[in-house]
């Protein structure tokens, strides 16, 4: 695109545009054939481009990788269950950002510098959650990190949420300290932790389901909420149901009532 716009308004002026407003035509022509704006273009690019990166590896399921963020539409039920590899990610994301502050240095550039800089201090501060009680119950896969969890809640002060006090002091307490001191963990701990790890972090995902439940709210007005609420998802739990083996039908069964969200 830049080499196109370059030459075709090498020879061009601002009254060749028939713009009515002749001086942003003439901004625009001067602009084009700047190096300094294109260079600016190519910076502000780079620095969006972990932004959307991001972005697109939330959206998708580890199932599929990335055929979910090469521009390909894929159906999947587990697009967005991202809760397990969410830490690792953010921790990649902040040092794309921090390489790329550290790649714009030189004084031209010191705009994007403090852009980018900017850009990693609020993922900082917006993302410190991920590594914070109770939503590391998502990282614990092993007997560390169920003592990593453990550690964390007994260090902890003050009013805890009701998941970090499940398993760091409820039912689930024992199974994660046996865990933790290098035992096995239960089968009923494991099946909870796969519960919370399930989450949907993709806050995009509901806003055609918003959509759909006020269109049937106004077509059916006498309808309960279960009808809504079965109706809106028999054709997605079909579909998942028709597309697992034996095994997993049984799996779909124990887990139906055992789904959890943190919040």
């Not at 990610?89 to 040092?95: G, K, Q, S």
């Not at 959650?129 to 969890?149: C, G, K, N, R």
Request: include cysteine.
């Amino acid at each position: 695109m830049q080499v196109a716009l370059v030459k075709a308004t090498t020879d061009m002026s601002a009254v060749d545009l028939a713009s009515r407003d002749g001086v942003q035509a003439q901004t625009f022509l001067t602009s084009v054939q700047s190096p300094t704006f294109w260079e600016q273009c190519h910076a502000l690019e780079a620095s969006a481009r972990p932004v959307a990166t991001f972005s697109g590896w939330l959206r998708g399921c580890a199932c599929h990788g990335a055929q979910t963020t090469d521009q390909h539409r894929v159906t999947c039920p587990w697009k967005g269950c991202r809760a397990p590899e969410i830490a690792d990610r953010v921790r990649a994301f902040a040092r794309e950002l921090a390489m790329l502050r550290e790649a714009h240095t030189a004084p031209q550039h010191a705009c994007i510098h403090d852009a980018v800089a900017r850009m990693l201090a609020v993922t900082d501060m917006k993302l410190a959650w991920v590594h914070e009680l109770p939503f590391i119950i998502w990282q614990v896969d092993s007997s560390a990190m169920a003592a990593h969890f453990l550690a964390t809640y007994y260090r902890a002060e003050g009013p805890q949420h009701r998941v970090s006090m499940r398993f760091g002091a409820g039912d689930l307490r024992t199974d994660m300290e046996l865990w933790a001191s290098g035992g096995r963990p239960s089968r009923r701990l494991k099946t909870e932790l796969d519960a919370y790890k399930f989450c949907k972090l993709d806050d995009t995902w509901p806003e055609a389901t918003h959509r759909d439940v006020s269109r049937d709210r106004r077509r059916v007005t006498h309808a309960s909420q279960a009808w809504l609420s079965a109706t809106l998802r028999l054709r997605e739990n079909l579909l998942l149901w028709e597309s697992l083996d034996a095994p997993g039908r049984l799996r779909f069964e124990r887990m139906w009532r055992r789904w959890k969200a943190i919040g």
